[in-house]
């Protein structure tokens, strides 16, 4: 009986469907939002809240399968291929030389990147049940299709795919600023647009050569990852440098790294609050993963030469828009630019190129995500009382309101790494990589930086403490300053937070936590996914390039050029630039 | 294979056009009706027997292939989609007429496309442009229409002699008006191939000849006419100028160039880089001071035209499989029929909603407030400009990747690398500027707080259509495959033709002009 209860596991297992479902389970709510009746519009919330939780549900599962098969193992699971967006199909003379679609899979890098969108876009649209008041099935619609998109750039392997579903983030985003966002969102929603498709543009004709590099050596248009990863060897100096460049665009845009930075804090004040909660937490991430995944690994020797720089861009930003955060009376700002600072930090520690580096800028991802998208929710409870964001308008309101006050400490002092809370392993992670940048001590080679700049990016910690801080004496402590007529309790608000957005901040606060005292099982999973497809890469180790686990392809035919491409192309990388 | 046989598709297209005629004379109430019905039924019939054509022949001046095949097949089956827009055309009394006139030109641009012969090359583009005149003219009653038609005449004629004067170039180079022709080096192709170098007539002719087509596609620089001439034709007309007679352009431009054959020699290549580069910056540019909608759309018109002129440099994929990665016309028949879907889309929208008093909504601010009264119009005009903009996964993204793509794998064996480098940066920029103007038109629909604006309730034809359009973007933008193996077979049927022309090449001559050393393509 047992026996065949596993048999049963295993093979529900072995799907390769997990991964599609729940990416397009988010969108397929979609559908019945669209065929609600206008008068029943309000019901399109617990639709969207029902799918969103649906996903988590699915996510869960996903993640307990993960640990049963590859826990703690580097390589890819749940690997789908399907014959969708091919660019061209099987004709008499031509078409076989593609190596494209709809592929992907999952490994220990994106698994956390995957949970993090699980999590916090029910918690987004749980978050805006009475911020939103008017157009609601749009609105819910929108935060659907920006979770699907979300999950499908954390699960793709293609490139082209990864493309896709990277600016298929823009529409949406775009919508909720320029529709539902503040005083001046149409000229937030067309500049954050325009920034990002900028750099997405550019990124688009890195991806087009590699595919036609890919060409030239394996005879085949390839958009694929396993198989960019054994060109990426063949690359010259000179193609590397262009090929990073035109991926740091794209990334650097959406990190942002200084000084491509200032769309950001336009975005965040006129966004609604699940939009700023989702940009903070989601979409910065697609930036740092897209260095991460792509390309660091795709062009190494590029990567050594330009991480000075990059670091030192990501120092400026640390320190520099701390600064500028300690300045701004708008508080939705503040926390703002304390995202552009603290995604500085989770480059530094990418950057570093060493274990514990690499490590905590991944767990930093998902910490930013979580302390700051927290914030970003009390922020929005904040202002759907006070309808301002005003530091001089607003003080003292703890003695309103303890329960958020309480809140609001919490993941202020989490978002300034604070020791038990889980900002302080990640920092901690990554100033420890880049101190110990340029020595051996993980058994790998030194890497591209040093401890100068640790030393100055920890005066970015002192720094995040003093507007932090500072925010919170002025909005929480001190006589009790508030506008006239207010708080607002209409729309089922309390004066102090209700229930319903008290158990969305202590979802959060007890995984803040949790990551604080306990990160052992994200860094057990993570680490040798990390180690295997950037450290040795990076690194030249011979023969432990990542390849895929062996998985169900369902079109195979579609890519008759698969098997002969692998045994040719040895994984030998070209020695760095002397 | 007879002439009958080979000219079966445009018969077929022409005697409907005949028909639409005919129900105009019969002058009941009905003969409106009549006339749009019998037009859609024969440009469906028309696709279907072209694509029934499926053998590779020759009958005198023309040439049957895959390549004209899909050329047809995609003239009708799209022009079907623009005769469903103008169901609600606002030109009374004149209705069978304005259908029968866009049979016709539809009729030439399928000429076009298995034209072999200079005179009927010419023939062929002015039957597909006289009756875009009148239809500009004649599609609405204000004086815009008039002031736009005859703007279009006066410059299409000029530009027509501009070209006439290129082929009579290419005539006294060649003394013969056979094209490619066959393999005994009495063509053009194999006259011009001989004497580029020293004749410059030959040059001239080739010259003057993309010159005048350049007005057919709206590239820089016979640019002019196209805002003023796409703003006062009805939306329908415009729709349709941005179709098909920029197809017939396009297909006329690859058999130009195509005598002169591929790598293009380096003043060619000069020229066709100049033009795009222009053409896709100055259309992007101009567009983004636009507040009118069908300005807008023209100018993106000239910009679409740029990036499609890349696909001319980089020319058919001489070697391997035939794929739009590699193959510019390949990428180019893609684009057209993507960028006709895509962009018809759009001027439908404009031509269903409609004001009280039967007006076309032009600004941008006529718009406004559209994503909450009419959601699902705003949705399709949505994909639409997604898609012009190149948002995947739709045709447009696609069609953008192959034109780019195809560039890119040009440039390592192109004699000017870095040049081509800097093209496909230059695209990919104005891709992102023209973001600025698309993005207008959405934001018009969706943040644009409502002016209490109401449309009329739109006919049931031309909602069709647009429902038609956005759906089609989708579909193709999500197995862009489907469209693009029959494109990179319609190239590889135009390289057929070129290479039998290879061996009757004289060596010596050419070689002074193609710098690129004979490589992988």
Redesign the interface.
């Known amino acids: 009986m047992l026996a065949l209860a596993n048999t049963a596991i295993a093979q529900v297992a072995n799907q390769p469907w997990w991964l599609t479902i729940l990416i397009f389970l988010p969108l397929a709510g979609v559908l019945p939002i669209v065929a609600l009746d206008d008068r029943h519009a309000s019901k399109s919330r617990y639709i969207a809240l029902l799918f969103s939780l649906a996903t988590l549900a699915l996510c869960c599962v996903v993640v307990g399968l993960y640990a049963q098969q590859s826990w703690g193992k580097p390589g890819w699971v749940f690997e789908q291929r399907l014959n ?15 190596e494209t679609g709809y592929h992907v899979a999952i490994d220990g890098i994106s698994l956390w990147l995957v949970v993090l969108s699980a999590l916090l876009s029910p918690l987004a649209i749980w978050g805006s049940f009475s911020g939103i008041r008017d ?1 609601l099935k ?1 609105y819910y619609c929108l935060m659907l299709m920006l979770e699907t998109a979300v999950l499908g750039v954390f699960c793709a392997r293609d490139l ?1 795919l990864f ?2 579903f990277f ?2 983030t ?2 949406p985003l ?2 909720l600023i ?2 539902w966002g503040g005083r001046d ?2 000229y937030a ?2 500049k954050f ?2 920034y990002t ?2 750099g997405s ?2 990124l ?2 890195g991806i ?2 590699l ?2 590099r890919s ?2 050596v394996q005879h085949v ?1 390839s958009f694929d990852f396993d198989r960019l990863y054994a060109l990426s060897a063949t690359l010259t100096w000179n193609e590397q440098r262009w090929l990073f460049l035109a991926m740091f665009a794209a990334f650097a845009i959406k990190v942002p790294l200084f000084p491509l930075h200032t769309w950001l804090p336009l975005a965040h004040t006129e966004a609604p609050t699940a939009g700023s909660v989702i940009l903070a937490g989601l979409l910065l991430k697609l930036g740092t993963y897209g260095f991460l995944r792509f390309a660091v690994p795709l062009f190494p020797a590029a990567t050594v030469a330009f991480a000075p720089m990059l670091a030192s861009l990501a120092i400026i930003g640390i320190l520099y828009t701390g600064v500028v955060a300690w300045v701004q009376n708008d508080f939705k700002k503040l926390i703002a630019y304390s995202s552009v600072s603290h995604l500085g930090f989770c480059m530094l520690g990418l950057f570093s190129l060493k274990v514990a580096g690499l490590n905590g800028s991944l767990l930093y991802m998902i910490n930013h995500g979580l302390s700051t998208g927290a914030l970003f929710l009390v922020i929005g409870m904040i202002y759907e009382r006070y309808h301002t964001r005003d530091m001089n308008e607003l003080g003292g309101i703890a003695r309103r309101m303890p329960k958020l006050a309480f809140f609001m400490v919490f993941f202020a002092l989490a978002s300034v790494a604070l020791p038990g809370l889980n900002g302080f392993v990640s920092e901690f992670l990554v100033l420890l990589g880049t101190f110990l940048s340029s020595t051996t001590y993980d058994n790998y080679p030194a890497g591209p930086l040093d401890y100068r700049y640790a030393v100055v990016a920890a005066g970015g910690i002192i720094l995040g403490a003093v507007y932090m801080f500072w925010w919170l004496r002025r909005v929480l402590f001190g006589p009790l300053v508030e506008p006239e007529h207010t708080p607002d309790t209409s729309n089922g608000l309390t004066v102090d937070i209700t229930p319903r957005e008290t158990s969305i901040l202590a979802v959060l606060a007890v995984a803040c936590l949790l990551l604080g005292v306990y990160p052992k099982p994200l860094l057990t999973s993570m680490q040798p996914c990390l180690e295997a497809s950037i450290l040795n890469v990076v690194h030249n180790r011979p023969g432990v390039r990542v390849t895929a686990v062996p998985a169900p392809v369902l079109t195979q035919d579609a890519f008759p050029g698969l098997a002969e491409g692998h045994q040719d192309s040895t994984p030998k990388r070209a020695e760095p630039r002397t | 294979m007879s002439y009958i046989q080979a000219l079966a598709p445009e018969i077929v297209v022409a005697a409907f056009g005949v028909l639409c005629l005919v129900a105009g004379m019969l002058r009941t109430a009905r003969s409106a009706q009549w006339a749009k019905s019998i037009a859609l039924v024969g440009l469906l019939v028309g696709m279907v027997v072209a694509l029934g054509q499926t053998h590779v022949a020759r009958a005198g001046e023309l040439s049957v292939d895959t390549f004209s095949t899909y050329v047809r097949a995609m003239l009708c089956g799209v022009a079907a989609i623009v005769v469903l827009s103008s169901w609600a055309l606002p030109a009374p009394g004149r209705i069978p007429e304005m259908f029968s006139l866009l049979l016709f030109s539809v009729v030439g641009a399928m000429l076009v496309s298995v034209a072999d012969d200079l005179v009927l090359l010419f023939f062929a583009l002015e039957l597909a442009s006289v009756p875009t005149y009148a239809m500009v003219a004649a599609g609405s009653d204000n004086q815009a229409s008039q002031e736009a038609g005859l703007k279009y005449f006066f410059l299409g004629a000029l530009s027509a002699a501009v070209m006439v004067y290129g082929f009579s170039f290419l005539y006294g180079a060649a003394g013969t008006t056979t094209m490619l022709g066959g393999l005994d080096g009495t063509s053009v192709a194999g006259a011009v191939r001989a004497r580029l170098a020293d004749n410059p007539f030959a040059w001239l002719g080739i010259v003057l000849a993309l010159l005048g087509l350049a007005y057919k596609v709206a590239a820089v620089p016979m640019h002019f006419y196209v805002a003023d001439v796409y703003q006062g034709a009805a939306a329908p007309i415009s729709a349709m100028l941005s179709y098909v007679p920029k197809f017939a352009g396009l297909v006329a431009m690859i058999k130009i160039l195509a005598l002169v054959g591929w790598p293009l020699p380096g003043s060619l290549y000069w020229l066709i880089w100049i033009m795009a580069a222009s053409t896709m910056t100055i259309g992007n540019a101009l567009a983004l001071l636009q507040d009118n909608v069908k300005r807008m759309l023209g100018y993106s018109s000239i910009a679409h035209s740029g990036y499609m002129l890349m696909g001319l440099l980089v020319g058919p994929a001489l070697t ?7 193959d510019g016309i390949a990428a180019i028949l893609f684009y057209i029929v993507s960028y006709g879907i895509m962009n018809i889309g759009a001027f439908t929208a404009i031509a269903y909603l409609t004001d009280e008093s039967g007006r076309e909504p032009q600004l941008l601010q006529s718009f406004s407030g559209l ?2 009264q009419r ?1 699902g119009v705003a949705l399709a005009l949505t994909f639409c400009v ?1 898609s012009l903009l190149g ?3 739709t045709a447009g ?2 069609g ?3 034109l ?2 195809s560039t ?2 040009l440039a ?1 064996t192109s004699h000017y690398v870095t040049w081509t480098y800097v093209l ?2 230059l695209a ?2 104005n ?2 500027v023209s ?2 103007y698309y ?1 207008r038109i ?2 018009a629909a ?2 644009r707080p409502s002016e209490g604006l109401t449309w009329r309730k739109g006919s049931v034809p031309v909602g069709a259509a647009l429902v038609l359009c956005a759906a089609l973007v989708v579909i193709i933008g ?5 469209l ?3 494109a ?2 319609a190239s ?1 049927a135009g390289v057929v033709l070129d290479k039998q022309l290879v061996p009757s090449m004289p060596a010596t001559s050419t070689a002074t002009l193609q710098p690129a050393p004979a490589g992988a393509r």
């Open positions: 969708v967006l091919s660019l061209s199909e099987n004709t008499p003379t031509g078409g076989s030389v593609f157009n749009g082209l493309y896709i600016d298929l823009l529409v775009f919508l320029g529709i969102r149409r929603a067309y647009f325009i498709m900028t543009v550019l688009l004709g087009l050569y595919a036609w060409y030239q248009f | 391997g499989g035939a794929n739009p990665l590699q994503g909450r959601p997604f948002i995947p996964p993204f696609f953008k990747v192959y780019f793509g890119l794998s390592p496909v940066v990919l920029l891709t992102a973001a600025g993005l959405i934001g969706y943040i999500l197995r862009p495959g489907r693009a193996g029959p990179a077979e590889r």
